[in-house]
T-cell receptor
């Protein structure tokens, strides 16, 4: 158990819908990262927040958005869902913001878009 | 999305053998990272490399940051069954982390 929690574990929805994925980082970790893992695109970094502020942006689509709240939990919002958005979405957290700082990954949310 | 070239794609080896995998990029990276992912779990960081030429070990694992800053390799010595999983390299390029395509390792007793 990494100490990072993600809810829900599984999510099945239809095209065009909007969903929110939630992540609670490890106690004391200020940085939260979101990743997408799919069969065709592999593991992709989406976005990073540090202490409530956006820190780095990867391959995040405009239909996706994220935020980190004052209590440091984070939410990833996916809207106008398409079939290709079906993937495993991981959240990770670390104490500080550097890439070399050990990131602890959550168990992931498996999103299926039908 | 962009992915790094990682090879081999998969490996089937016998317990006790040494393993070597590598990643190459057309871009220069500031940091190279190596992760392992077990089925149904998130990736776990194995080794982080911060400067060109750096050679770092973590138990039976050894990784090197290439001199050109465009490649890295990971070696696993004396493999054991629990080494089974998918290994990913990742490079840090201007505030974005880019992952390799993964190497799937199978270890047979």
């Amino acid at each position: 158990d990494s100490g990072v929690t993600q809810t829900p574990k599984h999510l099945i929805t239809a095209t065009g819908q909007r969903v929110t994925l939630r992540c609670s980082p490890r106690s004391g970790d200020l940085s939260v990262y979101w990743y997408q893992q799919s069969l065709d695109q592999g593991l992709q970094f989406l976005i990073q927040y540090y202490n409530g502020e956006e820190r780095a942006k990867g391959n995040i689509l405009e239909r996706f958005s994220a935020q980190q709240f004052p209590d440091l939990h984070s939410e990833l919002n996916l809207s106008s869902l398409e079939l290709g958005d079906s993937a495993l979405y991981f959240c990770a957290s670390s104490v500080v913001a550097g890439w070399g700082d050990t990131q602890y990954f959550g168990p992931g949310t498996r999103l299926t878009v039908l | 999305g962009q992915q790094l070239n990682q090879s081999p794609q998969s490996m089937f080896i016998q317990e006790g053998e040494d393993v070597s995998m590598n990643c190459t990029s057309s871009s220069i990276f500031n940091t190279w990272l190596w992760y392992k992912q077990d089925p149904g779990e998130g990736p776990v960081l194995l080794i982080a490399l911060y400067k060109a030429g750096e050679l770092t070990s973590n138990g039976r694992l050894t990784a090197q940051f290439g001199i050109t800053r465009k490649d890295s390799f990971l070696n696993i010595s004396a493999s054991i069954p629990s080494d089974v999983g998918i290994y990913f390299c990742a490079g840090d390029s201007t505030d974005k982390l880019i992952f390799g395509t993964g190497t799937r390792l199978q270890v047979f007793p």
